[in-house]
């Protein structure tokens, strides 16, 4: 992957179109919030752009999703935001695996998958590393498009809470608001208010807890059963992973969610110096230093030994 400067990028914006913008599979709040954000500031050029994520959206990101009209066109210039490998491509966006033009991330792993590509590992979410690209661009950001980038921010920093928020979040932050941002919506949306079959579904997960080399690991984990007895949606789903993290004495947490034909998604979230990223890898996944994802296939009890054992083995620090 060839890196490349704001300048370029906004060269290859403005000289292509017909673009698709592509999100990794579950999508959090940064990489549907990048997506909408980057689609409505092209089609302001006067582009046709549209995303595309392999999974439903989640009706909690309708803030953005719904305000974006779908266009149909046959894409011609590929984009990927907050992707940091294809291997987290699903459905329909993996047909333009190795298609990729360009990858504008902030994983410090980010495997170079894309033509050219622009990385910024110490921007706190993608969303801030688009909102300075923008800037540097003098295109204006919209209502829609501060919404968008605010969603992204804000859920990526666990609502400016987390270590990976710096000086410059906070910065961006408030720039968005000046732009129009509904912080205080989208704040209360995402912190503030669970359904009840998210509750439902928490207390559910909670009866599978585990633990491991004495209490440092936790575990939990939803099915496809719990799901359907809870009635919980994918949008309940977000800020689950973050559950285990909050018990004290635990460094490592782990959250399981059973997809179709075996597979098993993984969140992990970690501290005290232990690398969630090192700990997915070792299943081709990737991410953060405190924050990671991976896919495993097999049955449940094979999937949360794996996941397990790799952990405690990151925890004393061999090899995964």
């Not at 559910?204 to 575990?219: R, S």
């Not at 597979?263 to 690398?275: A, K, L, N, Q, T």
């Amino acid at each position: 992957m060839e890196a490349i400067s704001f300048e370029q990028i906004a060269k290859l914006l403005r000289e292509n179109d017909n673009f698709l913008v592509l999100m990794h599979k579950s999508p959090d709040g940064d990489a549907a919030g990048c997506a909408y954000a980057m689609c409505t500031l092209l089609r302001n050029m006067g582009k046709k752009a549209q995303p595309l994520c392999g999974d439903e959206i989640p009706s909690l990101f309708s803030v953005v999703s719904e305000r974006l009209p779908v266009q149909q066109f046959e894409p011609e210039f590929i984009i990927s935001v907050d992707l940091a490998t294809e291997a987290l491509l699903s459905g329909k966006a993996l047909d333009y695996a190795g298609k990729i033009d360009l990858c504008i991330d902030h994983h410090g792993m980010n495997s170079g998958y894309a033509k050219y590509g622009y990385v910024d590992a110490k921007s706190a979410s993608c969303a801030e590393v688009l909102k300075h690209l923008f800037d540097s661009m003098g295109e204006e950001i919209t209502p829609l498009i501060a919404d968008a980038l605010f969603m992204g921010v804000s859920t990526d920093t666990g609502c400016f809470k987390y270590s990976n928020v710096t000086p410059s979040t906070h910065r961006v932050a408030a720039e968005l608001m000046e732009c129009g941002a509904d912080s205080f919506g989208i704040c209360r949306r995402f912190f503030d208010t669970k359904t009840r079959s998210k509750l439902a579904l928490e207390k559910m997960m909670l009866e599978t807890i585990d633990f491991a080399a004495d209490g440092e690991v936790a575990f939990v984990c939803v099915t496809k059963k719990m799901l359907q007895d809870s009635g919980a949606t994918q949008g309940d789903l977000d800020g689950i992973a973050g559950i285990t993290k909050q018990i004290e004495g635990v460094k490592i947490g782990i959250t399981m969610k059973e997809k179709e034909d075996g597979e098993f998604r993984i969140s992990v979230r970690s501290s005290d110096g232990v690398s969630a990223a090192d700990i997915c890898s070792s299943f081709g996944g990737g991410g953060h230093f405190a924050a990671a994802g991976c896919s495993i296939n097999g049955t449940l009890e094979e999937a949360k030994k794996a996941i397990i054992d790799a952990s405690v083995r990151t925890l004393r620090g061999e090899s995964a």
